[in-house]
């Protein structure tokens, strides 16, 4: 006989995320822009997109719908949706207190979670399975900027590491029904400016970032959202970085900024081994967001 698997198993979370966008992001050249970048189910990132949108930084994105995808929380302070084909709406109001460096991770299966921010803040803002945002949850953590946030055990998600005037490395789990639970002891190095994204349908990887220099280690979490210890760096060391998954159980770390922005890509494994660089396709940027589509 067949086995019978449930319908909100992680096999079938697995089978969703297939297809992924880094989006807006700021270089030395333009600025603020609003192109973006669409990845294949094969991990391959193609050419710019023409902009959609305000142009933006300090951009975060994630999931909701199951298969679809928002950028938001940014300066300016907008929203744009993303269809289940990859295709960025126009601008929508921003909800909630106006910030940017956000987190951003789906949860629930088919919603998503921005929270934290510039100004050192902690409350979040819930996106519906419709993409509607929701008006300010009363924050619970450490208020920082610039964490970084990831799905991880199926349906949950996990806000980590960040800066509230100095470097931190603790860490905040969100419920498959989005409450957010306080700190978490940090493990690792503590950082800023990195990216996380799910793979191997129900775990996590944190990547890159800045202490008082760029840094490329990484660290898993696992399906119980455990933070493991520093894995060494693989690739160029960056921050500003945006990550998603891609293929269903796969992830991908772009662009950029070390120094300079950069677009190469590192291709993560449903192992949560990181490749190599990339040669990087589309503009050089950093301080972009990234999620998964389709």
Do not use: H
């Not at 294949?40 to 949108?53: E, H, I, K, L, R």
């Not at 601008?91 to 910030?99: F, I, L, M, S, Y």
Request: overall charge negative; hydrophobic content about 40%; aromatic content about 10%.
């Amino acid at each position: 006989m067949f086995p019978i698997i449930p319908a909100n198993s992680v096999t079938a979370a697995a089978s969703e995320n297939d297809e992924g966008i880094f989006g807006f992001g700021w270089n030395q050249v333009t600025f603020a822009t609003a192109i973006t970048n669409l990845v294949s189910n094969a991990g391959v990132v193609a050419t710019d997109t023409a902009a959609v949108g305000t142009a933006k930084e300090f951009v975060s994105a994630c999931e909701y719908g199951g298969d679809k995808g928002i950028f938001g929380y940014a300066s300016p302070w907008t929203t744009n949706l993303v269809s289940n084909t990859g295709v960025v709406a126009t601008d929508t109001a921003g909800v909630g207190t106006a910030r940017n460096a956000t987190g951003a991770c789906g949860y629930g299966g088919d919603k998503g979670i921005f929270g934290y921010g510039s100004g050192y803040v902690s409350m979040t803002n819930l996106v519906s399975n419709a993409g509607v945002v929701a008006s300010d949850t009363a924050g619970v953590g450490t208020g920082r900027t610039q964490p970084m946030a990831c799905e991880y055990g199926g349906d949950k998600g996990i806000f980590g590491y960040g800066y509230d005037g100095s470097v931190v490395s603790m860490s905040n789990l969100v419920s498959n029904a989005g409450v957010v639970a306080t700190d978490t002891a940090g493990v690792g190095s503590a950082r800023r400016a990195g990216a996380a994204c799910g793979y191997g349908g129900d775990k996590g990887i944190f990547g890159f970032g800045y202490i008082a220099y760029y840094v490329g280690m990484t660290n898993l979490v696992s399906n119980a959202g455990v933070v493991a210890t520093d894995t060494a760096a693989v690739g160029t060391i960056r921050m500003y970085i945006a990550a998603t998954q891609y293929g269903g159980d796969k992830g991908i770390f772009g662009f950029g900024d070390g120094g300079a922005t950069v677009s190469m890509t590192n291709l993560v494994s449903n192992a949560g081994v990181v490749a190599t660089d990339t040669a990087g396709v589309g503009s050089a940027r950093g301080y972009l967001g990234a999620c998964s589509f389709n």
